[in-house]
């Protein structure tokens, strides 16, 4: 797993490291990664390298040093470089001293647009995770006439290093070059890092257990459920599905048959589509009624059930029945409204409630705000439960303080249904008998991966993501077997 950490960590384990470093060689050691991957960039998107030209927009703090030292590396290789001074008063004296050693130029911020049309790259080093808020007016309108490709020093200036938010003006970059660790924004606002590169600066020791994690492919891999020579269908996991209706059959046969196709050793469905569910996945066994389904592991619970007195019976039914619970969609708007389902439930039986931002709204009064790890977390807190709160980051919350983030490869999952997909995933894990707070990690990232692969480039349907489930655990057990 990836360890994320706050930059509050970062700077306590920064000041260990720094007592017992010699002065200057952190910000050397993070200068001169940033300045190979401004290279290999430069390389890239140019053919060369020596003649190329780079622009450093300079902040005061820290991160403006490190790309002043990051051009004079850079002049080693033949680069013109101009370092464009927000504050010149304030600039780091040993990073400009160096630059201007090796022949790097400077220039005003009222010079800076003509410096900055003739770059092939815009390194931001205009403030670090010290910096709160958006862009000061003199450094957006610098940014506004950027139009090379921007590397990011550390994070994009104008964007919170905690919580991604970006309430103003900011920088969008390429690619950003980290050092020491991963920080929250790197995974709470990936549209506005680009490509994110770690220099290691050996900060590690000093850190600590992180405050967020991200499941890797391999992790996904070792996490999943594989039969083994001694299992049966119903070691495997026996998930129940309780979704759907007559007239609206959709939300029952995607969440059954990504449970289906999530190796789940049985999948039961109980609801009115049990007849579509059936005509579609032949290897459900399919029911009318909750009451009537049989034994399960687990439950999914919710999509398209309805919100209605059918509805609240279904859940609290469920709730009732002392296995793990996947709440999603109708589910958690039953919640909402009408909270005393919850006393079916066994204080001790794990729920899992998958929300998106009204959903939360509905369950906690208030949106999630900028801040979307605190507010898994409160809501966590609040209802006893794993909850994964979805959007273009999701977070997912356990009780106990755990938060686990999972970051898509571009929005292909923003299409009708693909909830019910997530849903499906997360019961068939809980019904294998993962740790709830893991079996919603790995479900999120699982279906961010089949996401990406049925996609291939273009739109896809829920229908394409559930056909890609697969093909996406082929993938992660390759990557876990090496």
Not at 6 to 13: C, G, L, M, W, Y
Not at 51 to 74: H, K
Not at 152 to 180: E, I, N, Q, R, Y
Not at 296 to 321: C, F, K, M, N, Y
Request: charged share 20%; net charge negative; with cysteine.
């Amino acid at each position: 797993m990836q360890g994320i950490w706050t930059t509050e960590r970062i700077r306590e384990a920064e000041g260990k490291l720094f007592a017992v470093t010699p002065e200057g060689e952190l910000m050397r050691r993070a200068s001169f990664g940033l300045a190979t991957h401004v290279a290999e960039l430069l390389a890239e998107r140019t053919g060369g390298v020596a003649g190329r030209r780079v622009v450093l927009l300079v902040g005061s703090g820290d991160n403006g040093g490190d790309a002043l030292w990051a051009g004079a590396f850079l002049r080693r290789r033949g680069v013109a470089v101009t370092a464009v001074l927000l504050k010149p008063e304030k600039a780091h004296a040993k990073g400009l001293a160096a630059l201007k050693r090796s022949g790097g130029r400077t220039a005003s911020v009222e010079d800076g647009p003509q410096w900055i049309a003739k770059a092939d790259v815009v390194v931001d080093g205009i403030v670090g995770i010290s910096g709160t808020g958006a862009l000061r007016p003199g450094a957006a309108a610098l940014v506004d006439h950027v139009r090379a490709p921007i590397v990011a020093v550390d994070l994009p200036s104008g964007v919170d290093p905690d919580t991604g938010a970006a309430d103003g003006p900011h920088v969008t970059a390429t690619l950003t070059v980290t050092f020491g660790a991963p920080k929250p924004v790197h995974a709470l606002a990936p549209q506005q890092c680009g490509e994110i590169v770690l220099v290691d600066i050996g900060l590690r020791p000093e850190l600590g257990d992180p405050d967020l994690l991200r499941l890797e492919p391999a992790d996904l891999g070792e996490l999943w459920p594989v039969p083994g020579p001694d299992d049966d269908k119903y070691t495997q996991g026996v998930v129940g599905i309780a979704a759907g209706s007559a007239t609206y059959p959709g939300a029952a046969v995607l969440a059954s048959g990504s449970a289906v196709h999530a190796t789940a050793g049985m999948v039961r469905y109980a609801g009115p589509a049990a007849d579509v569910v059936r005509a579609r996945w032949p290897e459900i066994v399919a029911t009318g009624s909750v009451t009537d389904a049989g034994r399960v592991q687990a439950w999914v619970v919710g999509p398209g059930i309805g919100t209605g007195s059918d509805g609240r019976d279904v859940l609290r039914h469920i709730l009732g029945q002392g296995v793990p619970v996947c709440a999603d969609a109708d589910a958690t708007t039953i919640i909402a409204q009408h909270p005393d389902v919850l006393d079916a439930r066994d204080p001790e039986t794990p729920l899992v409630l998958t929300p998106h931002a009204g959903e939360y709204e509905r369950l906690m009064g208030s949106r999630p705000g900028a801040d979307r790890v605190k507010a898994a977390r409160t809501a966590a807190s609040k209802y006893d439960a794993v909850v994964l709160l979805k959007g273009h980051c999701t977070v997912i919350a356990a009780p106990d303080g755990r938060v686990a983030v999972n970051t898509p490869r571009g929005s292909w999952l923003a299409t009708a249904g693909s909830g019910d997909v997530l849903t499906g995933l997360i019961g068939s894990l809980l019904a294998a008998g993962l740790d709830p707070w893991l079996a919603a990690a790995a479900g999120a990232q699982l279906h961010s991966l089949a996401g990406s692969l049925a996609a291939e480039g273009v739109p896809t349907s829920a229908s394409g993501l559930v056909d890609a489930i697969p093909e996406a655990i082929r993938a992660v057990r390759a990557a876990a077997l090496g």
